[in-house]
């Protein structure tokens, strides 16, 4: 899938961002992006940081293991997951 790449520190995952959503979670994939919904708006960084609870929540990592690599401030995103492998996340996320 091109929205994840190997990297030596883990897994750099393109996130498409869904703010101000009915519910929060992980949509699926959309073009070369992986789609999450948040229920925050995007005011004082609080749906980025409800989209890495998220997906901490959903690969059963610490916070500390998903890290914004760029796209804090636009809906498209590149988003480090620590430690893990692109096989490791797909599975996790039952893609």
Request: with cysteine; net charge positive; aromatic share 2%.
């Amino acid at each position: 899938m091109t929205c994840f790449t190997e990297s030596a520190d883990g897994v750099i995952v393109n996130v498409k961002a869904q703010p101000r959503s009915s519910r929060s979670g992980i949509d699926g994939i959309l073009g070369d992006a992986l789609k999450i919904r948040v229920k925050c708006a995007p005011v004082d960084g609080k749906a980025n940081k409800e989209l890495t609870d998220v997906l901490a929540h959903e690969l059963s990592l610490p916070k500390s293991s998903v890290v914004f690599k760029s796209g804090e401030t636009s809906k498209t995103k590149r988003i480090l997951i620590k430690g893990k492998t692109v096989a490791e996340v797909t599975a996790l996320l039952k893609l």
